[in-house]
C-alpha cells in the first residue's frame, strides 16, 4: 500500500515535471532554443488563472480557459518580439533573453496588484477531496493531474499527426529551410509553438496551483523540469513525458526512503547517470531529419 501511494504521488509531480518540461522540448525541436524561461511562464499562468478565478470570480473552467489563452498570447508575443530580431544571431543570444525575461517576468509579477509578493491560494473543483481503495489514500489532486495530463497528451499527440498545422509543425522542426521551401510559412510556425508551449505552461499551473499555492517563485520549478527533458533526450516529445514522470518518481521515492535532503538533489543525480550512460537521452530520436 506504502508503495502504491509513493507511485501514485510521485507520477501526479511527474505529470507536472512532463508538461513544463514539453514546453521545453516543443520549442527546442522547432526553434533550437532552450527556453528557460518556461517555468515563470507557469508562474504567470498560475496568477492569470488565479486572477480570473479569484479575484474577478469567474467559473473555474472558464477562468482555465482564459488563463491559457492569455499566455499563448504572451508566448507569441514573446518570440515575435524578443527573439524573431535574434535570427541569424548565435543560439546564445537568444538563450540569454529567455533567462532575462524569466527575472522580468518575476519582478512585474511583485508589482501588479493583487499578486505582489504573497502566496495566494487557487481553489480547484477537485481540490479537499481523497479517494478510499483499501489501505490507500488518493488525494483528488493527483487523480485530477494525471487524468488530464493524459487527456492534453491525447490531444496533442492528434494534433500534431491528424491536422495539417500540426504535420507543418513536424516538417518545420525536422528541416526548416525544407519547410520554408515546400511553401510552410515557418516563422508563423514558430511563434504559434510559442504559444502553444506557453498555453502549456499555463494548463501546467492550474493543475500546480492548489497544491503548493501561487507565488512568484513557483517558476523555479523549471529548474526541476529540465532534468527531466534532458532525462528523456531533449529532441523526443515521448522522452519529455516519459522524463517527466522519472524525475517524479525518483524523487517521490527519494523523499521517503532516503535522509532529508536527497529529494532536492535526487533529479540531477540521475541526469548525471543518464548523461554519462546515453549522452543524448534516453528517448533520442537517432534518426536523421526529413520533411
Excluded at 519547410?179 to 500546480?208: N, S
Excluded at 518518481?249 to 532529508?260: I, N, S
Aim: hydrophobic fraction near 60%; glycine fraction near 10%.
Amino acid at each position: 500500500m506504502e508503495l502504491l501511494q509513493l507511485v501514485i504521488s510521485g507520477v501526479a509531480m511527474g505529470c507536472i515535471y512532463a508538461l513544463i518540461a514539453l514546453g521545453f522540448v516543443l520549442i527546442y525541436k522547432a526553434t533550437e532554443v532552450v527556453n528557460f524561461a518556461q517555468g515563470d511562464l507557469m508562474m504567470l499562468g498560475a496568477f492569470v488563472a488565479f486572477t480570473f478565478a479569484s479575484i474577478w470570480q469567474l467559473p473555474f473552467a472558464l477562468a482555465v480557459v482564459f488563463a491559457i489563452l492569455v499566455l499563448a498570447a504572451v508566448g507569441a508575443l514573446f518570440d515575435r518580439l524578443l527573439l524573431r530580431p535574434l535570427i541569424g544571431q548565435p543560439p546564445f543570444s537568444a538563450v540569454m533573453v529567455t533567462i532575462a525575461a524569466g527575472f522580468v517576468a518575476r519582478g512585474v509579477a511583485t508589482m501588479v496588484p493583487g499578486w505582489g509578493t504573497d502566496t495566494h491560494a487557487l481553489k480547484a473543483p477537485w481540490s479537499e477531496g481523497v479517494l478510499r481503495l483499501g489501505g490507500v489514500v488518493i488525494a483528488h489532486d493527483d487523480i485530477a493531474i494525471i487524468v488530464l495530463t493524459a487527456l492534453l497528451c491525447l490531444l496533442l499527440y492528434f494534433f500534431f499527426r491528424r491536422t495539417r498545422i500540426g504535420i507543418a509543425m513536424q516538417a518545420s522542426s525536422q528541416n526548416q529551410l525544407a519547410a520554408y521551401y515546400m511553401g510552410i510559412p515557418v516563422r508563423r510556425v514558430h511563434t504559434l509553438i510559442w504559444a502553444i508551449a506557453a498555453g502549456i505552461a499555463a494548463f501546467a499551473a492550474v493543475l500546480l496551483a492548489p497544491i503548493t499555492f501561487v507565488h512568484s517563485n513557483m517558476g523555479f520549478i523549471g529548474i526541476k523540469a529540465f532534468p527531466a527533458a534532458v532525462v528523456g533526450g531533449f529532441g523526443s516529445i515521448p522522452g519529455a513525458i516519459a522524463g517527466g514522470l522519472i524525475i517524479g518518481l525518483v524523487e517521490a521515492f527519494a523523499g521517503f526512503y532516503l535522509p532529508e535532503g536527497f529529494k532536492n538533489v535526487a533529479a540531477y543525480v540521475v541526469v548525471l547517470l543518464v548523461l554519462m550512460i546515453r549522452p543524448s537521452g534516453l528517448f533520442a530520436e537517432m534518426r536523421r531529419k526529413k520533411v
